[in-house]
């Protein structure tokens, strides 16, 4: 099937935006643009669940079915939470969360920004002294649209480090490859 963004968008629009990569896909647009193509079934996404499944397959057209329980099950929305006591500042658990929902710099105590936390996991494997736990929220749940938004930024953010990264490397290559002429 050729991709058609405008379906890819629309699909996007009814996911819930957790940026899990439960689905197989590191993220939601990156699932939704799959769909698109007819490469991945509407059953994949645990967070969205039934629901998600049946808005998908009204918007698509086609048969409504179960979740497909290899990419997880549907459960209760949880939050991650820094146990600070036991925070040492490793900054481990910043790089992996999608939407940039912890706060803290290097030796010192990180904190979870509750309403921004999409209660994706990603974070969990990374603490080394396993003091990040997922609870039931206190605050109102994370707006999706405004996880989207929080989840391109973090994405063009890396994507200009690497280019940046790369520009570095071809300028050093480029220097030694003069240096060794001019030797030669
Ligand atoms: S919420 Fe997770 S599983 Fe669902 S589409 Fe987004 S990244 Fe995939
Ligand atoms: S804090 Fe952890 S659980 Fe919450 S969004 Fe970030 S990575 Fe996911
Ligand atoms: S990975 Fe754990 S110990 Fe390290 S900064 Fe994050 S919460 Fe603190």
Request: aromatic fraction near 4%; glycine fraction near 4%.
């Amino acid at each position: 099937m050729t991709f058609n963004a405008s379906l890819a968008e629309k699909i996007e629009l009814l996911l819930p935006q957790t940026q899990c990569r439960q689905c197989g896909y590191p993220g939601c647009k990156p699932y939704a643009e799959a769909i698109s193509r007819d490469e991945a079934d509407i059953n994949q996404c645990p967070p969205g669940g039934e629901q998600g499944i049946k808005q998908l397959s009204q918007l698509l057209n086609i048969p409504a079915k179960p979740l497909n329980s290899q990419f997880g099950v549907e459960k209760p929305f949880q939050v991650a939470v820094i146990i600070e006591a036991d925070c040492i500042g490793c900054t481990r658990c910043l790089p992996p969360c999608p939407v940039d929902a912890i706060i803290g710099a290097s030796k010192q105590m990180h904190t979870v920004v509750a309403q921004q936390c999409t209660g994706c996991e990603l974070c969990l494997v990374y603490c080394p002294v396993d003091c990040i736990v997922m609870q039931a929220p206190v605050e109102p749940k994370f707006d999706a649209m405004q996880a989207r938004k929080q989840h391109q930024v973090k994405n063009q953010r890396l994507a200009k480090l690497e280019a940046e990264k790369a520009e570095r490397l071809n300028r050093q290559k480029m220097l030694l490859a003069k240096l060794k002429q001019a030797k030669s």
